[in-house]
């Protein structure tokens, strides 16, 4: 999938939202500066959530709730400043994990090992022309 601009990101993102299962773990992939802020962005908006998603780099997660009763809990974690994945078991992101949820993760690689198995991964990337790739595997 590619995209041109990072409202067609947030739409794709959005769209994805829909199809997610309940209680999602989702790896993103990529570069400082290849919009997995923006992805996050669009994924808020699919679940309903309204309020603004900004990146929790200095704060290393953020826990966003849906204002629709029944709504998804999007709890977003930038793993960036974190040296070993003991540090996110110190966090309790798993008081946060109230079904139906969706943890989206910056910078998996920091902290390998500690996404669970069946996590959908995502590659962000741009392309020469400059358009955003995106790939789930």
Excluded at 18 to 45: E, S
Excluded at 63 to 82: F, Q
Aim: hydrophobic letters at 45%; aromatic letters at 8%.
């Amino acid at each position: 999938m590619t995209t041109a601009s990072a409202a067609e990101t947030q739409a794709f993102a959005a769209q994805l939202a829909a199809a997610l299962p309940p209680d999602t773990t989702l790896a993103l992939h990529g570069n400082l500066g290849v919009g997995k802020t923006t992805f996050v962005q669009g994924l808020a908006r699919g679940f309903g959530i309204t309020e603004p998603v900004t990146s929790p780099t200095f704060n290393i997660y953020t826990v966003h709730h849906a204002r629709e009763a029944g709504g998804r809990t999007l709890v977003h974690l930038d793993a960036y400043r974190l040296d070993h994945p003991k540090q996110v078991e110190d966090l309790l992101l798993e008081d946060f994990l109230v079904s139906p949820w969706c943890l989206a993760v910056e910078w998996p690689e920091k902290i390998p090992g500690w996404l669970p198995p069946g996590a959908l991964q995502l590659d962000l990337g741009i392309a020469a022309d400059e358009r955003h790739t995106l790939k789930l595997r």
